[in-house]
Each structure stands twice: as C-alpha cells, then as structure tokens.
C-alpha cells in the first residue's frame, strides 16, 4: 500500500515530530501551560540552523544553537505569562507572531535551500544503508537520547518540582518550590525541543522555509493526544514513548490517506486529515471505555 | 518563634466590595506552643494564615518568623520555615504522583532542588517509618498514585509531610474540617500526637470552639480582622464553650450569631 520511501519517509518525519510531542508534552501535559510558541520556535530552529550552516559552521554546532534559540522563545512566552501577567496562551500567541518577523530577519529572505550543504546528516550517507534509512537510523538515536534524557531530568529533584508546579501549583510554593522559575523553565525546554525538531527538519527536508511552523502545534498535539490513546500513559517513561509512538502513527496514518487511491485525497487535504484525526484520537478512548462499561454492566 | 504585628489587609481596596480582612491584627506565637484560632466566618482566620504563608500579601505591619523579616517574602521564600495543611484534602498533595514522589517534594521544603533522583533510596526507610505511625497500611503503598487514597489518607500524608523536615511553625488552616466526624477525629489525633512527639510550634484554626479547647494549649479568637481575646494556662482550663460565649460577650458586647461556632 506504500511504497518503501513513502514509509521511511513516514517513519523520519513521525521521528522529528516526535520531538515536537516531547516539548509539548511538557508544556501541556506536565506545566498545564496551553503554548503556542511553537509554531514559531520550529521554523525559528530551522532558519537559525540554515543560516548557521550556509555560513560553514558545522551542522551539530547550528543545530545547538537551534536549541539554544528555541529555548529563548520559550523563556520569552513564559516571561510574558509569570512577570507581566499575560495570560498564556495569548503570551504564547504573541510570541509565535513575532518570531514570524524574527524568522524573516534571520533568514534574509523566506527560504534558504541546504540541498547541496554539509548537514548533521552527511557523514551518516557513508554507511551502508539504504537512502532512505540514513534519517530514520539518525533520528531514532536522537530521539532515543532525548526521551532517556527527559526520562531521568523528569524523575530529579527538579523534574518533580516541575511536575507538582503543573498539577498543583499551591502545594508546590507551599514546599518551597518557585513555581515561576519552574514555568520558565519548562517552557524553554519544551521549545528547545521544537527548535531542534525544526533543524533537523530542515536539515533533512533540504530546506528552511518561513512558513513550515504552519500547523505543527496541531500535528504536536495530535502526536501526544494519539499517542495516549495508544498507550496510557500512567508513568512519565510510558508517556514519553506515547509521544514518539504517536507522531509515528499519525505520519503513518496521513501517508496512508494519501496514498489510498480510492479515497481520492489529495496533498491539500492534509489539514483537513489531521482535524479528523485528532478528532478521532480524543474521542475514541470514551467511546472504549463507555462500550466496555455497557458491557461489564450486562455482565452484572 | 513567629511575631505578627498589626497586620492590615482590605481586599477589592477601592471597590464596592471593599473588604478589610485584617484590621491591625497582632500575635506571637512562642516556641513549641500549639495555639488553636477560632472566630466567625469572616472573622480574617484564613487570610491571617495566608498572610502569615506568604499566599497574600499584607498592607502593612510586620511579620517576623524566627528573627526573620519574611512580611515581603513570596511562599516559596518562606516555606523553609512554614509548614501548611490545608483545608481541601486534596490541596496539600499532588494525585498525579506517587506517595513516595510526594513524600520526596515534602522532605526537600525550601531546599535548593537539583538534579539528582527525587525518589533517593535512602529516603524509603524514613517514609515507610513515618507512614506505618498512621496505621493505614500506606506504608507498603509508595508506588500507588496519590490520587488512590481518600481524603482522610491523604490529609493524614499531608501531615506527615508537613512534620518531615523541621519548622519553625506549622499552619493548619481547618484542615478537620472536609472530612467526615470518624475521620475528622483521626486526623485530629493525629495532629495533636505529631506537634507533641516532634514539640511543633503550630498555629491551628478551626471551626468548632470544642475542638479549640480541647487541644492545644492556648486558645485565640478572631473578630472582624482582629484578636478580641486570647487565653492560655490556667484561665484555659476548664473552659468550656459557653464560658467562651461569655467571654466574647464580655469583651465586645456582642451576641454571636453564626450557630456553626456553637454547633461545631
């Protein structure tokens, strides 16, 4: 039903958005902080590594510094919300808008081709692998690292803090923890994410393009939504792999659509698609969970 | 030692709904004394605590918590030396995590928190110490999500967290009071063993004047943002609630009217 470069090519995007539903797993999910700045921070992530890249600085410095400015448009959203007082998801919106204007400055123009550069993805084409597999087999290691990486950071001392300010932030000041700093934070990390997510998109896609933030929040959210729905996620370890599971399902599943002749969809349904199954994705679990309980009710 | 000196507090300063809570309120508590707090409901009971957590902020006057000037501290800056339970249950713990991770939030209050595991291998003994005093059998629960527990469990867990690292004051702000009578006694046994095994200083509102005089070992009541009397040692003895209406009677010339204090 696909072909084999439309499922690797599947599978390499899910990796990144992967990422994507790790960052906004953790604002979400862990800091209850609805944030929007990533629709901004993942093509900020891939303008500062474009630029970074055609200028000759090597492709895994550009993409720290990808990070790096993801991570200031997060502290931005969350300064916004904790100092002055903005509630956050407009803080995150008008963060998000400015980084627009930010990206279009960066860049010089609204893309910037990396067809023929050196990028962290280079050396892995000497190994003898498929085309197509060198992303998967790069992504997934990065992937693997930074869902053991969160893993552990979400069982610290300071990973619990974080955790209590999102599910109860009273309780968490009267223990002494600075629920503002832990907002900020948070919100960085989730955007760090995102930037990195946006760096290695473009470093694969070939391109970096002003408007490829398009959208991710909702491919992100359906990622983490989906992916619960897969997988409880009753533990932090449980919940990360949701995400990457998640993001993959969801590149699998619109790669499907699109593919399936019969149904006649075509590349600009892709929106269209992802509300149907995100739709689908939040509703489903009830659905489950009010059949099994008719049917353990007639049981009784 | 905790000194409060002439707290003033009007919340909605300026509005129709102008409300002075605290109206020059002032309070010592010594070292080691365990003073229950009484008064109507609007009495400035709850914003005294909070003010005194660091949750609102006071107009003006002073508070001084172990030679400390903490009036304009945030929560998180006094917490080292503030305890708290609070009123809802499920307000003093987080269902999300762990017995144990809670446990782990509570014995690290108003420490620096960094990088190292939360849940630390050497903690377990002391928590499964603590939690067998309660005889709920939580003891071999730490794994199980906060969220699991009742009420009445999780206050008890709120306590124990509250006593974990030392203070130089404890707050509980009516936290009996959301719980059904048999547990509410629980709790309240509890309390009274916990601030006497460990010579807590704590400061503990309640609704019900019974309850006030009978733990404790000084009694304070509040009256529209203010203390209108406050008894200790031999004139607390023997008290009892009418003597208490009396003396508020005494002292204001008023008649109370809110049956929940004669009732409680």
């Given at each position: ?122 050396p ?74 946006g ?5 694969s ?8 933030g ?20 009753s ?22 659509a699109?593919?399936?002749d019969?149904?006649?969809?075509q ?23 009010s059949?099994v ?7 009784a | ?41 609007g ?13 609102v902020?006071?107009?003006?006057g ?26 809802d ?5 987080c269902e ?14 108003g ?13 377990l ?31 008890a867990v ?6 974990l ?25 509890l ?14 509102v309640t ?7 009978e733990?404790?070992?000084r009694?304070v009541?509040?009256?529209?943002g ?25 002292q ?13």
């Open positions: 039903m696909l072909s084999n470069i439309a499922f690797y090519g599947a599978i390499e995007t899910g990796l990144i958005y992967g990422l994507v539903a790790f960052g906004i797993y953790i604002s979400f999910r862990v800091l209850d902080f609805p944030d929007l700045t990533v629709d901004g921070s993942f093509p900020l992530g891939a303008a500062v590594a474009a630029v970074l890249i055609i200028d000759g600085v090597n492709p895994w410095l550009a993409t720290g510094a990808a990070v790096i400015a993801g991570m200031g448009a997060g502290a931005v959203t969350a300064l916004l919300n904790v100092k002055l007082n903005i509630l956050n998801l407009l803080a995150s919106i008008l963060t998000m808008i400015a980084l627009y204007s930010v990206n279009l400055r960066i860049m010089g123009r609204p893309n910037i081709a990396l067809l023929t550069e050196e990028t962290v993805l280079t892995w084409y000497n190994l003898d692998l498929e085309f197509h597999q060198v992303p998967v087999l790069l992504f997934t290691l990065v992937v693997l690292a930074g869902l053991v990486l969160l893993w552990r950071f979400m069982k610290s001392e300071t990973g619990l803090a974080m955790r209590a300010t999102g599910a109860n932030p009273r309780m968490a000041r009267a223990q002494g923890i600075a629920t503002g700093a832990m907002i900020v934070l948070g919100v960085a990390l989730s955007n760090g994410l995102v930037g990195l997510a760096a290695l998109f473009a470093q896609q070939g391109a970096a393009d002003v408007t490829m398009v959208g991710v929040i909702v491919i992100g959210l359906a990622s983490l939504i989906g992916g619960e729905a897969v997988l409880t996620p533990s932090v370890v449980r919940a990360l792999t949701a995400c990457v599971i998640g993001a993959i399902i969801y590149r699998l599943a619109i790669a499907l699109l593919n399936a019969f149904l006649g969809l590349a600009q349904d892709l929106n269209l698609i992802t509300a149907v199954l995100v739709t689908l994705a939040i509703v489903l679990p009830g659905v489950r969970s059949v309980a008719r049917l353990t009710r007639n049981k | 030692m905790i000194t409060a000196t002439d707290l003033t507090l009007t919340f909605g300063k300026g509005t129709p709904l102008e409300n002075p809570a605290l109206r020059g309120m002032s309070l010592t508590v010594n070292q080691g004394e365990f003073v229950t707090v009484i008064g109507s409901n009495a400035g009971k709850s914003t005294f605590l909070n003010a005194l957590a660091g949750e902020m006071v107009d003006s002073k508070i001084i918590v172990d030679n400390q000037d903490v009036t304009k501290l945030p929560t998180y800056k006094r917490a080292g030396s503030v305890a708290r339970v609070f009123q249950p499920l307000a003093g713990t999300g995590l762990t017995i144990e991770e809670n446990l782990s939030l509570a014995i690290k209050r420490q620096r928190r960094g990088l190292s595991a939360a849940v630390k291998g050497r903690y003994e002391q928590f499964r110490t603590s939690l067998a005093s309660l005889n709920l059998g939580l003891e071999n629960r730490l794994g199980d999500k906060m969220g699991l527990l009742s009420g009445g469990q999780r206050q709120s306590l124990l967290m509250a006593s690292t030392p203070s130089a004051i404890l707050l509980l702000d009516e936290h009996t009071a959301a719980l059904d009578p048999k547990t509410a006694s629980f709790v309240l046994a309390t009274t063993q916990i601030i006497e095994q460990q010579k807590l200083t704590a400061l503990m609704h019900s004047m019974k309850q006030a005089l733990v404790g070992d009694t009541m509040l009256h529209q203010q203390v209108v009397f406050d008894i200790a040692g031999k004139d607390r003895e023997g008290l009892e609630v009418k003597d208490l209406l009396e003396l508020f009677e005494k204001r010339g008023l008649e109370i009217t809110d049956d929940s204090l004669l009732l409680g």
